[in-house]
């Protein structure tokens, strides 16, 4: 049986997202940026929460943990191996190749350094889901803020081997202010254009932008786009390093 997911806001512009095993009963928050939302989708749906996949410490992804164990005490919080000590109340640590489950579901962990030194992704790998919290966003990823440029790189890389029809649901919708931004690394990219068009439909009208697809992602990201000649060219670095080159589009985001 194939996993139900849903997700809803949280706080201004996070995500919460719920992960349901229709097979066996059991459910999974990824993340909790705030407990009542989180609460209100489990009642809404019927579903008894029986697990928490923590993708980073960061306060909008960890602090709804306490209340929302306090209503289901048997909850398990798997949490990053590399930064457990500063997630509240974790039940058991993963690491990069561990299978995180979610009743008869089974989420692989992926480590993503970047955003933060111990950031892991999780990737349900029958459903073709990845839950990617801040490493990456529709048309952007997470700052870079515990690693080196080449280190976030490499996770990113990690993400873009996995199928191209996998559905990415992230940590923020950010998707508006990252297509601006897109755009003046890739002005000509028809399919960023036509999706930028899109997103503003989306949002003018309240609704998500997310999940999104990698292989959408693969064609307009252009922080998966750092090895195409045609990303180099616009930015005058034709041949170098794809780890310098998107170094180069994170600062410039950084700026923008
Ligand atoms: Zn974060
Ligand atoms: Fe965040």
New binding site residues.
């Given amino acids: 049986m194939t996993a139900e997911v849903y997700q809803f806001p949280c706080l201004t512009d996070n995500f919460g997202v719920l992960v349901h095993d229709p097979a066996t009963g059991a459910t999974a928050a990824i993340d909790v940026p705030e407990a009542a939302p989180v609460l209100k989708a489990l009642e809404e749906r019927g579903w008894t929460l029986t697990d928490i996949l923590v993708t ?1 410490r ?1 306060g ?2 960890v602090q709804g943990i306490p209340e929302v164990k306090q209503r289901f005490p048997k909850a398990r919080v798997i949490a990053p191996a590399g930064e457990a000590d500063r997630v509240p109340l974790v039940d058991a640590t993963v690491k990069e190749g561990d299978i995180a489950r979610v009743g008869s579901l089974q989420a692989r962990v992926i480590e993503t350094p970047g ?2 030194i111990g950031h892991i992704v999780y990737f349900f790998e029958a459903d073709k889901l990845l839950f990617a ?2 490493t990456l966003f529709s048309i952007g990823c ?1 700052r870079v803020n515990e690693a080196p440029m080449a280190v976030m790189w490499d996770s990113l890389l990690k993400i873009a081997a996995l199928p191209e029809d996998t559905a990415v649901y992230c ?1 923020h919708e950010y998707t508006l202010a990252n297509a601006k931004f897109a755009l003046t690394i890739e002005p000509g990219n028809a399919r960023l254009i036509a999706h930028a068009k899109q997103v503003e439909d989306l949002r003018a009208n309240g609704a998500a932008s997310l999940p999104t697809t990698l292989g959408l992602e693969l064609a307009i990201n252009p922080f998966l786009r750092a090895e195409r000649p045609e990303v180099q060219a616009q930015l005058g670095m034709i041949g170098a390093n794809p780890a310098d080159v998107f170094a180069e589009i994170r600062e410039r985001k950084n700026r923008f």
Avoid: K
Wanted: glycine content about 30%.
């Fill in positions: 980073h960061h909008d992804h955003h933060t919290g801040d997470g940590g």
